[in-house]
């Protein structure tokens, strides 16, 4: 979505590990590999292993969370469900939880783990996503540096030397992400790269390793670009391999034959990038059986002689087919994305119309797919009461909006596009949550 809404880029007060002190405040790091601090936490929580690199500490003792709670910020936070157990699996169109129906609704919320928030403002933003009803909250895994910038980074690139960052505004700070999501409930998408070049993505990649200026689809087909980035999945991955908070993987944001610039190969197509999933797909699945994996992209349909953009799959600069990729054996999901504002059409009737053509591939591959982003810009509340009814009907697994917004101690989040509590799209929001999960069955 980083080429519909301008990202805001500003300069937050840098992440810090807990710091020197004898008691661990609610919600603050306890424990985890490598780590140095306290490990006593404040009256009224225990510490609490979240995985083998971060433990944290959480209100009430180890049955469980109460209902609601105060941080040391006055920040109040509830927890709607229990923190997640167990992996959510897929059976036919639909995603399951220990054999039972799941459903996967929620939004997007890129800037989470992105701008060096404490614990407690990525509790706030949780929660208040968690607050609707949702079940899954969509984010980056990703940012590509050559340059610190002020936010949050994972890879920093000295050349052609790539490295990962471990530290406290690398993945540690995606480790509170995954333990603020969990306890609030939630599950993660995590995307593991971006076809844009905000933050980085696959463009940072194909000039470090080959040279400025290079074709953006060489990310797909290049031996050293694809070793690169293998090694960077690998790392990310094998880190939450048994944390049951993340849902599921996605290859990349949005991808496509072009990136943010207009450099091209000429040769790429729809096996192109179809070739390049199934391997990527196959490589996290070698490393990886617990979680899901989808490619994340706009789900593009291959309609030769269709006038509309987002029906030319096979356009040079697109390359992607929908039905195609639905059908690689290792990808268990499928996205699709929905911003008829930006691609010059109508919301209605073309965006119920994309709804249906897309459950139409559902049904023909039998695996579930999600609206994984969606947005416009004027009368959101009638068009999404209608996309709404359109999932709702044909059976669409789920969807995440573009995207959540929350109130935190610095100020709003990125306000594009947001969606912040108490507005009539947050209301509506939850009420279409509660709707999916009745439709379900859905126990959660």
């Not at 995954?178 to 995590?190: E, S």
């Not at 990310?219 to 090694?231: C, D, E, G, R």
């Not at 053509?357 to 695996?367: F, G, I, L, R, V």
Request: charged residues 10%; proline residues 6%.
């Amino acid at each position: 979505m980083a080429r519909f809404f301008s990202l805001l880029l500003w300069t937050l007060p840098a992440f810090t590990a807990v710091s020197a002190q004898s008691t661990v405040p609610v919600f603050g790091q306890c424990g985890g590999e490598n780590y140095n601090g306290p490990t006593t936490c404040a009256a009224g929580s225990v510490c609490v292993i979240q995985n083998p690199f971060y433990s944290q500490c959480v209100p009430g003792d180890s049955g469980g969370l109460p209902p609601s709670t105060t941080t040391a910020t006055t920040t109040t936070v509830s927890t709607p469900t229990a923190a997640p157990t167990g992996f959510v699996k897929t059976s036919g169109i639909h995603f399951t939880l220990n054999g039972k129906p799941f459903t996967v609704v929620g939004a997007n919320s890129y800037w989470v783990g992105l701008m060096n928030y404490g614990i407690a403002d990525m509790n706030t933003a949780f929660h208040d996503i968690a607050a609707t009803g949702a079940s899954v909250c969509r984010t980056w895994g990703f940012n590509e540096v050559t340059t610190p910038d002020g936010v949050a980074f994972y890879q920093s690139w000295s050349g052609s030397t790539p490295t990962i960052n471990l530290g406290a505004n690398g993945l540690e700070n995606f480790d509170n992400v995954v333990a603020a999501a969990k306890a609030n409930g939630l599950r993660l998408i995590v995307t593991l790269t971006n076809n844009w070049s905000d933050y980085g993505g696959m463009d940072v990649y194909v000039n470090q390793l080959l040279g400025q200026g290079q074709p953006h689809d060489f990310f797909y087909t290049n031996p050293t670009v694809i070793a690169a980035y293998k090694n960077y999945v690998k790392t990310f991955v094998t880190r939450y391999l048994n944390e049951p908070a993340i849902l599921a993987w996605e290859l990349a944001n949005e991808p496509r034959c072009l990136g943010s610039t207009s450099a091209s190969s000429g040769n790429c197509s729809i096996s192109t990038i179809s070739t390049w999933a199934a391997e990527m797909s196959a490589f996290i699945k070698s490393i990886d059986s617990n979680h899901l994996v989808a490619i994340g992209d706009e789900g593009f349909i291959n309609d030769p002689g269709n006038p509309i953009f987002v029906y030319q799959g096979s356009s040079p600069s697109l390359g992607i087919d929908f039905a195609t990729n639905l059908n690689i054996s290792t990808l268990d999901f499928g996205t699709f994305h929905l911003y008829p504002d930006s691609w010059g059409e109508p919301a209605n009737p073309f965006g119920t119309q994309w709804i249906e053509d897309h459950a139409t591939a559902m049904t023909a591959s039998n695996k579930p797919i999600i609206m994984e982003e969606f947005g416009i810009t004027l009368d959101e509340v009638d068009v999404y009461g209608s996309w709404y009814s359109a999932i709702e009907s044909t059976n669409v697994a789920g969807d995440l909006i573009w995207q959540a917004g929350s109130i935190l101690s610095n100020g709003e989040s990125d306000p594009n596009g947001a969606v912040f509590p108490g507005s009539a799209v947050y209301i509506l929001d939850t009420q279409h949550a509660a709707a999916l999960r009745a439709r379900d069955g859905d126990p959660q």
